[in-house]
């Protein structure tokens, strides 16, 4: 007759073999772990260390950035099921003498959840992906390590009149996507998703679980918006759910130079903060070579809260030069305008939204922002379309309406300060296919030509979306950064609200764990600024 090994002993002999086949890992955070995970067998399935056939595949499961797979890895992965599992993570990593990294999945286009220049433990959220709606209360609670599809297919499971204004990429987690802003089609309407917040569970650097009464309004307030890795652990998000009507109506219309374009464009700019809330209309220039020759268009692409008749009035009073027509339009429900957004075809069973794979092919991208307050001339609109029919490889603009609720918060509301004095952004992406970083720099080059090219013409001093952060920027140069000099980066960002953002984090994590390349530094009130 075989005996059962007991828990506890096989737990000890798990770790006794990583100690001893991988020294890299710190005594003291096994012996932590040990103890803290003594009586619980899942440590077997939520370690993940360099010897185990599951420590790769963890780690690239959610990059969808091919640039940093040769970044020096983590030291272990944990994939926690339970919050204790955080809580213990947290502690063990902090005594331990190591750094951390937080991952929700899918929306760090500069890898920093997932890489560091020294020893480090990553956390990664995967697993903690519960949602719980409450149509009654117009509100849900949604684990970190959730997607923006599994949330959007959960509440159309529930309603088909309720929404949330988040983003349109349906793999992103939703915890970075939260702690970041937000932004998405329902914007004009109902604000970022970190507007819709209005409870949090955290585990601070003392590896506490505190909720939105116990951690205060102040770190609260930081949370929405001022980058959630910066403050703890954010395990789980209470938000408002938003009404919809029965139906939308979406269309994306395309228009060369030739047809019109650029015209089009540069009135968009006059009219496109002005439009009734309902309707969201943005526009991109990009490459079309479906024809093999290169193309440049101006897309249109439009969410309107209501039915196609009453979207062609509205186009018609503020929009007739574009000329959209019954035919260009599709009547759709909500949840199903989230998918065609999102890029997947019509038709397509809603189930997909629960794939937390990607369904858009893993290729190298870095990506910038700016926002406009006043409409571009035509001469600068000009030199922008030049350089994108000239460049090699064609960046990718997105131009994103504002105006409607985003103009009617107060820029301290939450940290996200570019409210009513901005009347559109400009997303800058350059993609191209790569195996590693070595051929990085020429495309990231063409980035910065274009940044330059738009200085004259964008918000100064410049502002841009933390979700769209980007290290060439500026970085912490470790976690002794001083606030004066991460200031060169963090009013970027977040504009007069960084010195708010880092006085609360020199209350709540002093002795700055929490810290990456571009995490808030921590501010004491008695240091002069």
């Given at each position: ?211 939105r009464e116990s951690m205060g309004e102040d770190l609260f307030w930081a949370i929405r918006g001022g980058g959630g890795a910066s403050f703890g ?26 047809e019109g374009g650029l015209d089009l464009l540069h009135k968009w700019q006059y009219i496109e903060h002005k439009l009734p809330e309902d309707l969201f209309l943005a526009v991109s220039i990009m490459d079309d070579s479906s024809s093999g020759n290169k193309t440049l268009m101006a ?231």
């Open positions: 007759m075989i005996k059962k090994v007991p828990i506890v002993l096989s737990i000890f002999c798990f770790l006794l073999l990583l100690s001893s086949s991988h020294g890299s890992i710190p005594e003291a955070f096994l012996n932590c772990i040990s103890n803290k995970f003594s009586l619980d067998v899942s440590i077997l399935n939520i370690l993940h260390v360099p010897s185990n056939s599951s420590y790769d595949s963890v780690l690239k499961s959610t990059i969808q950035n091919p640039r940093f797979l040769k970044s020096p890895k983590p030291l272990a992965i944990i994939t926690p099921v339970l919050h204790s599992h955080v809580q213990s993570a947290v502690i063990c990593t902090k005594q331990a003498g190591l750094q951390i990294r937080i991952r929700s999945g899918g929306a760090d286009y500069e890898g920093l959840s997932y890489r560091s220049e020294v020893p480090f433990i990553l956390l990664d959220l995967q697993n903690l992906r519960s949602i719980s709606v409450d149509i009654e209360d117009n509100s849900a609670w949604v684990e970190s390590g959730a997607t923006i599809g599994e949330f959007y297919h959960e509440i159309a499971q529930n309603s088909p009149v309720h929404a949330f204004p988040a983003g349109v990429s349906s793999s992103v987690g939703i915890g970075g996507h939260l702690s970041s802003g937000g932004f998405g089609t329902l914007l004009r309407k109902y604000g970022l998703a970190a507007d819709n917040i209005i409870d949090a569970k955290i585990v601070d650097a003392r590896g506490r679980i505190l909720d652990v954010i395990v789980s998000w209470k938000v408002k759910l938003v009404k919809v009507p029965p139906m939308v109506t979406v269309f994306i219309l395309s228009k060369t130079y030739e897309g249109f692409m439009s969410l309107f809260l209501g039915k196609t008749e009453d979207l062609l009035k509205v186009m018609a009073e503020n929009f007739p030069q574009l000329g959209l027509k019954k035919e260009d339009c599709l009547e759709m429900n909500w949840i199903d305008a989230a998918m065609y957004f999102s890029g997947h075809p019509i038709g397509e069973s809603r189930s997909v939204l629960k794939n937390r794979e990607s369904h858009l092919p893993k290729t190298c991208v870095s990506i910038k922002s700016d926002f406009i307050q006043e409409p571009q001339s035509m001469d600068a609109l000009e030199k922008l379309w030049k350089f994108c029919r000239e460049e090699e490889n064609s960046p990718i603009i997105l131009m994103l309406p504002l105006g409607g609720m985003m103009s009617k918060i107060s820029e301290s509301e939450i940290p996200f300060p570019y409210r009513k004095d901005v009347i559109y952004s400009m997303i800058y992406e350059i993609v191209w296919n790569c195996e590693d970083d070595e051929s990085s720099e020429e495309y990231i080059d063409g980035l910065g030509r274009l940044e330059e090219l738009m200085t004259p013409y964008v918000k100064q001093p410049r502002g841009s979306w933390f979700s769209t952060r980007n290290l060439y920027t500026g970085k912490n140069k470790g976690p002794g950064t001083t606030y004066s000099k991460a200031k060169e980066w963090g009013f970027r960002y977040f504009s007069n609200n960084f010195k708010k953002l880092a006085l609360i984090k020199g209350q709540v994590d002093p002795e700055n764990f929490f810290y990456y390349e571009q995490s808030i530094p921590p501010l004491h009130l008695q240091v002069e600024l």
